[in-house]
């Protein structure tokens, strides 16, 4: 089994975010600076959640499964990272489907790592080149205590009769170190107790 039997066509899905994030204005030497740290695919329920566990646990090791956000979260780290033109991309986040909405199965973001602060980031990136584009900047994730993010969010035009969103969050430190620290409070936690 390979990663492309678990999540599917991750080269079709991270073309589609770069056309997406060129269109929103981004330039393409600027993306290609940018490492991404991780891609996430989300399921629709939670049998399917421990189907794909099983199956990444095959392909890498479970770095951490943690509840976050009153659900399930569990990252994995690839024994052979995914590999898209340039980029390597060593984890995946898989997360069971939050209560009370709607999840599709398959792929639904990357998050890349950024130097800049996140106001001047968003500034520097106000509105799309193509007017027909739907683009999005979500901020609530500014206030996360640990792993801040801003989210550049478009309609997925890969959906025909159904309205499914896919996005891009940028943030300041690598998953992997952020599941490093976790860990680390987790720990710190316990010994407490």
């Known amino acids: 089994m390979d990663i492309k039997e678990i999540v599917g066509d991750y080269n079709s899905f991270l073309d589609t975010i770069f056309e997406l994030l060129i269109k929103g204005g981004f330039k393409e030497s600027e993306l290609k600076e940018l490492p991404i740290d991780h891609i996430c695919y989300r399921v629709s329920s939670n049998e399917f959640y421990e189907e794909k566990k099983n199956q990444l646990n095959q392909l ?28 390597s991309i060593p984890l995946i986040e898989l997360p069971a489907p939050k209560k009370n909405r709607i999840n599709h199965d398959g792929l639904e973001h990357i998050e890349m790592v950024i130097n800049e602060p996140f106001q001047s980031f968003v500034d520097n990136h106000p509105s799309p080149i193509d007017e027909n584009l739907k683009f999005n900047w979500v901020l609530h994730a500014l206030k996360k205590e640990i792993n801040p993010d801003v989210e550049c969010e478009f309609i997925d035009p890969r ?35």
């Open 60 to 87: 890498g090791e479970l770095l951490v499964e943690t509840e976050i956000g009153g659900r399930m979260i569990s990252t994995y780290k690839l024994n052979t990272p995914i590999q898209y033109k340039e980029k």
């Open 159 to 193: 959906t025909k009769n159904e309205i499914k969103t896919i996005s891009v969050k940028f943030h300041h430190q690598p998953l992997e170190e952020v599941v490093k620290y976790e860990i680390q409070l987790l720990k710190e936690k316990e010994n407490k107790k």
